[in-house]
């Protein structure tokens, strides 16, 4: 069924670092507003904006002790409404990030919680007595250490499967779900386009919380099998949708590690009534090694295309696909599968071209448009984030090199996707007049907005095309996915049909030259090439196709 959502591109925005307007080095949002031309320009149908409710900061936003108010060193609640409404009168829609699996320890139902045993809100979070003078169990915090603290005053110790002061949420109770309904109903009746759903699938919990077993050398153990797609996961996602999304027409992506395509057609599937799309992670974990995210290991293009193809043919007829390599997690892709030096625009192009060609919704995150790269910063003391900080901490108390820990810190850290949007060559790339509140990549005197925008070959350029072909053609949007030549070592390429139309996209992958045997069962004499990131070549025998580094080419076919 068609639907505006599916035909959309969204780009995300990473408040802090996109645009500071008043030179205090923090993005906001009055320096968003002064930027929805641009992003108008760019042909984006929805803005889906990162955290900026109330925080006291600790993951940068993702801690919320108001779910109704906006961040100070953000704004206010009338600059938030006013950038909704430019936004709305540019024909954009806005989509707001829901965090609901846990909140801030300076919420006031936690503030409250830990009062007393039967303080009304201490069935808000998740208690439990400790076990032979240890935590309630061993499960480890996603950020590090313990996913359990000990509160001394209620002699207690309360779950955050990420940082302390992220107590997780009692979806069990009714009244708690009640008041996120009331709160989700508040946002959608201020005129939100929907939202993406932080770590959603995280929120049932099981009834007893049993011991994992830990990796050799370790103390905790991972949980998330025991609490990753819970026991009463569907039930409230249904009960969501009934008392909030179903009564307003918008979009819903659930962010959800640890999600196989089975559960996702469930969670995706439109007659269950849940969510819209989901944001899996199997593709983002193909270059972990054994040890996980910080074991680094290249990626294997065939480990890729099989990924991708699997997904793509699970959700093609029930569900649907969100598509993304970036997001503020994650490096930056033209760094981590593409050639940051040598070939960087043309490998930020191709890796473009792969993704917005297959079936799904494309997401931008900022700065990818402009193939912004990973940053090095010299010392540890340069990094904001709170997953890199305990993650040094822990590998030195191991006794691990220094230059070792960097390394993983330089290819993994998220910190990669959080320096400052790179709008110009003037001083802090034009994020700020102040001081930024982390380093600007000292390459933004080459790789910028401004000087992209007045590049026609410009990997910003290539975006726009992308996007405009997306609303040009459905075949890019519904139709079938179909992987040609699945053994290729170096080629990543696939088909798409749809009433008789098909597109045939060739990406080659990697810094050389590749040949490409155009498949015997698709008609090359009337084949057109809609977009490709070198220039078409003349007389060319499209039999044997030569691609140069990364080239990457979309033909259509009658």
């Given at each position: 069924m068609?639907?505006?959502?599916?035909?959309?591109?969204?780009?995300?925005?990473?408040?802090?670092?996109?645009?500071?307007?008043?030179?205090?080095?923090?993005?906001?949002?009055?320096?968003?507003?002064?930027?929805?031309d641009?992003?108008?320009?760019?042909?984006?149908?929805?803005?889906?904006?990162?955290?900026?409710?109330?925080?006291p900061?600790?993951?940068?936003?993702?801690?919320?002790?108001?779910?109704?108010?906006?961040?100070?060193?953000?704004?206010?609640?009338?600059?938030?409404e006013?950038?909704?409404?430019e936004?709305?009168?540019?024909?954009?829609?806005?989509?707001?990030?829901?965090?609901?699996?846990?909140?801030?320890?300076?919420?006031?139902?936690?503030?409250?919680?830990?009062?007393?045993?039967?303080?009304?809100?201490?069935?808000?979070?998740?208690?439990?007595?400790?076990?032979?003078?240890?935590?309630?169990?061993?499960?480890?915090?996603?950020?590090?250490?313990?996913?359990?603290?000990?509160?001394?005053?209620?002699?207690?110790?309360?779950?955050?499967?990420?940082?302390?002061?992220?107590?997780?949420?009692?979806?069990?109770?009714?009244?708690?779900?009640?008041?996120?309904?009331?709160?989700?109903?508040?946002?959608?009746?201020?005129?939100?386009d929907?939202f993406?759903?932080?770590?959603?699938?995280?929120?049932?919990?099981?009834?007893?919380?049993?011991?994992?077993?830990?990796?050799?050398?370790?103390?905790?153990?991972?949980?998330?099998k025991?609490?990753?797609?819970?026991?009463?996961?569907?039930?409230?996602?249904?009960e969501?949708?009934?008392?909030?999304?179903?009564?307003?027409?918008?979009?819903?992506?659930?962010?959800?590690?640890?999600?196989?395509?089975?559960?996702?057609?469930?969670?995706?599937?439109?007659?269950?009534?849940?969510?819209?799309?989901?944001?899996?992670?199997?593709?983002?974990?193909?270059?972990?090694?054994?040890?996980?995210?910080?074991?680094?290991?290249?990626?294997?293009?065939?480990?890729?295309?099989?990924?991708?193809?699997?997904?793509?043919?699970?959700?093609?007829?029930?569900?649907?696909?969100?598509?993304?390599?970036?997001?503020?997690?994650?490096?930056?892709?033209?760094?981590?599968?593409?050639?940051?030096?040598?070939?960087?625009?043309?490998?930020?192009?191709?890796?473009?071209?792969?993704?917005?060609?297959?079936?799904?919704?494309?997401?931008?995150?900022?700065?990818e448009?402009?193939?912004?790269?990973?940053?090095?910063?010299?010392?540890?003391?340069?990094?904001?984030?709170?997953?890199?900080?305990?993650?040094?901490?822990?590998?030195?108390?191991?006794?691990?090199?220094?230059?070792?820990?960097?390394?993983?810190?330089?290819?993994?850290?998220?910190?990669?996707?959080?320096?400052?949007?790179?709008?110009?060559?003037?001083?802090?790339?034009?994020f700020?007049?102040?001081?930024?509140?982390?380093?600007?990549n000292?390459?933004?005197?080459?790789?910028?907005?401004?000087?992209?925008?007045?590049?026609?070959?410009?990997?910003?350029?290539f975006?726009?095309?992308?996007?405009?072909?997306?609303?040009?053609?459905?075949?890019?949007?519904?139709?079938?996915?179909?992987?040609?030549?699945?053994?290729?070592?170096?080629?990543?390429?696939?088909?798409?049909?749809?009433?008789?139309?098909?597109?045939?996209?060739?990406?080659?992958?990697?810094?050389?030259?590749?040949?490409?045997?155009?498949?015997s069962?698709?008609?090359?004499?009337?084949?057109?090439?809609?977009?490709?990131?070198?220039?078409?070549?003349?007389?060319e025998?499209?039999?044997?196709?030569?691609?140069?580094?990364?080239?990457?080419?979309?033909?259509?076919?009658?």
């Amino acid at each position: 069924m068609k639907a505006w959502w599916k035909e959309s591109v969204v780009y995300q925005i990473y408040p802090r670092s996109f645009m500071d307007s008043n030179g205090d080095g923090i993005g906001d949002l009055r320096g968003i507003i002064s930027k929805l031309d641009y992003l108008q320009d760019l042909g984006i149908d929805v803005i889906w904006l990162s955290p900026v409710y109330k925080s006291p900061n600790d993951d940068n936003g993702y801690d919320i002790s108001d779910y109704q108010d906006i961040m100070d060193e953000f704004g206010t609640m009338q600059d938030w409404e006013n950038l909704l409404e430019e936004v709305h009168n540019r024909g954009m829609k806005l989509i707001m990030d829901l965090v609901v699996n846990h909140s801030s320890d300076e919420h006031p139902w936690f503030v409250e919680a830990r009062k007393s045993k039967d303080n009304p809100y201490r069935d808000y979070f998740i208690w439990r007595p400790g076990k032979d003078g240890k935590e309630p169990s061993n499960w480890y915090s996603n950020f590090g250490g313990s996913a359990w603290e000990y509160d001394e005053g209620t002699d207690e110790y309360y779950l955050h499967l990420f940082s302390k002061k992220q107590p997780d949420l009692n979806w069990r109770n009714p009244q708690l779900r009640e008041e996120v309904y009331e709160m989700m109903r508040w946002w959608l009746d201020k005129g939100i386009d929907g939202f993406r759903m932080d770590v959603i699938n995280f929120i049932s919990k099981p009834e007893t919380f049993e011991d994992g077993e830990p990796k050799p050398g370790k103390k905790y153990a991972s949980g998330s099998k025991l609490y990753r797609n819970g026991p009463h996961i569907h039930d409230y996602l249904q009960e969501m949708n009934e008392k909030t999304l179903s009564k307003y027409d918008v979009m819903t992506v659930g962010e959800m590690p640890g999600v196989t395509p089975e559960l996702a057609q469930m969670y995706t599937a439109e007659e269950r009534k849940e969510l819209n799309m989901v944001f899996q992670f199997e593709h983002m974990g193909l270059d972990n090694g054994p040890g996980g995210k910080w074991d680094l290991k290249p990626l294997n293009l065939q480990d890729l295309k099989k990924n991708l193809t699997k997904w793509q043919k699970a959700l093609e007829h029930k569900g649907w696909n969100s598509l993304y390599f970036n997001n503020h997690d994650q490096p930056r892709s033209v760094s981590r599968f593409g050639n940051d030096k040598e070939y960087r625009v043309e490998s930020a192009k191709m890796l473009a071209t792969l993704l917005h060609m297959m079936k799904g919704t494309p997401y931008v995150y900022q700065g990818e448009e402009l193939g912004m790269t990973n940053i090095r910063f010299d010392s540890i003391q340069e990094y904001r984030d709170i997953e890199i900080i305990n993650f040094y901490r822990e590998q030195k108390a191991d006794g691990v090199r220094e230059e070792k820990i960097m390394e993983s810190i330089y290819a993994k850290g998220r910190d990669n996707s959080r320096t400052p949007m790179q709008w110009d060559a003037s001083r802090h790339a034009g994020f700020t007049t102040g001081e930024p509140w982390i380093g600007v990549n000292p390459n933004y005197l080459d790789i910028n907005a401004e000087q992209a925008v007045a590049d026609e070959d410009s990997v910003y350029h290539f975006y726009r095309r992308l996007i405009q072909l997306r609303k040009s053609y459905d075949v890019i949007v519904y139709g079938e996915y179909d992987l040609v030549d699945a053994e290729h070592p170096e080629i990543f390429s696939f088909k798409r049909t749809l009433e008789g139309q098909t597109l045939l996209v060739i990406c080659n992958f990697y810094g050389k030259e590749n040949q490409f045997e155009w498949p015997s069962n698709l008609n090359l004499n009337d084949a057109r090439l809609l977009i490709s990131n070198y220039a078409e070549r003349e007389g060319e025998d499209l039999r044997r196709v030569s691609l140069k580094p990364y080239e990457a080419r979309v033909y259509l076919l009658p």
